[in-house]
């Protein structure tokens, strides 16, 4: 079985400060993890992911998140967050390999809110 | 990028009527559609798997007789479903895979059973 787990409900953080969102996850063999943004009543808009390769992954919006196999995490950052970044966060783990069918589970979502 | 289009937007429809929802993928051939359903301010249940040309796997718990899916080319998907009630109101989202890898996700649809 694979899950994904986000600890925070929300995350409120000022304008111009760093954002952190995070993600621990749990799937058997080598996990493709993502990152994904809602809008309310908007479907999922693709901000990162995660294959092989470099632990650091930039996407887009100025994000980016790091792989820890170790920690089996893939927190989200924003070294600035604007307000416009106020949105629901989910993260995605679904198991490496060739098939395209291989299902995601997504995290419970964390809200972030950036004050002005 | 690829797109999926996800149509209507949002619906609104009486008791006991159905209800076509369809996903298409506007620049890539969708091997694999996923249908997912999200309550308010919660994450998103997967509903069913459907690859095209085959029969859709649905998630335990999920009534197949209720949400029909139908794959019939690569490049749409239709959930319809049937006899709706006000409990099936939600946010219903598709997401597909084509032949290189990644899942892209439609817009959402808002059901509101009356």
């Known amino acids: 079985a694979q899950s994904v787990a986000q600890p925070e409900d929300q995350v409120n953080v000022a304008e111009g400060n760093p954002l952190t969102v995070k993600c621990t996850y749990s799937?058997?063999?080598?996990?493709?993890l993502f990152w994904y943004v809602q809008y309310p009543n908007r479907g999922l808009q693709f901000l990162l992911k995660?294959?092989?390769?470099?632990?650091l992954v930039k996407g887009s919006y100025g994000f980016e998140a790091e792989f820890n196999k170790s920690q089996t995490s893939f927190h989200l950052k924003k070294p600035s967050a604007l307000v416009s970044d106020s949105a629901l966060y989910f993260c995605a783990v679904s198991r490496g390999g060739r098939s395209n069918d291989y299902k995601l589970s997504f995290g419970a979502g964390t809200t972030v809110t950036v004050r002005a | 990028g690829a797109v999926v289009s996800q149509h209507p937007s949002w619906v609104i429809c009486k008791s006991g009527t159905s209800v076509k929802i369809e996903c298409r993928s506007l620049d890539f051939q969708a091997t694999t559609m996923f249908w997912y359903r999200q309550f308010p301010k919660q994450s998103l249940m997967l509903m069913a798997t459907?690859?095209?040309?085959?029969?859709?796997?649905?998630e335990q718990g999920v009534e197949k007789d209720k949400f029909l899916i139908n794959h019939a080319s690569l490049t749409l998907s239709t959930l319809t479903v049937t006899s709706a009630h006000p409990e099936d109101s939600s946010f219903y989202i598709c997401?597909?895979?084509?032949?290189?890898?990644?899942?892209?996700f439609g817009s959402g649809t808002r059901l509101t059973v009356v």
């Open positions: 459907s690859n095209e040309g085959s029969k859709a796997t649905y």
């Open positions: 997401s597909a895979t084509g032949f290189s890898y990644g899942y892209t």
């Open positions: 799937v058997s063999g080598n996990p493709y």
């Open positions: 995660y294959i092989t390769g470099d632990n």
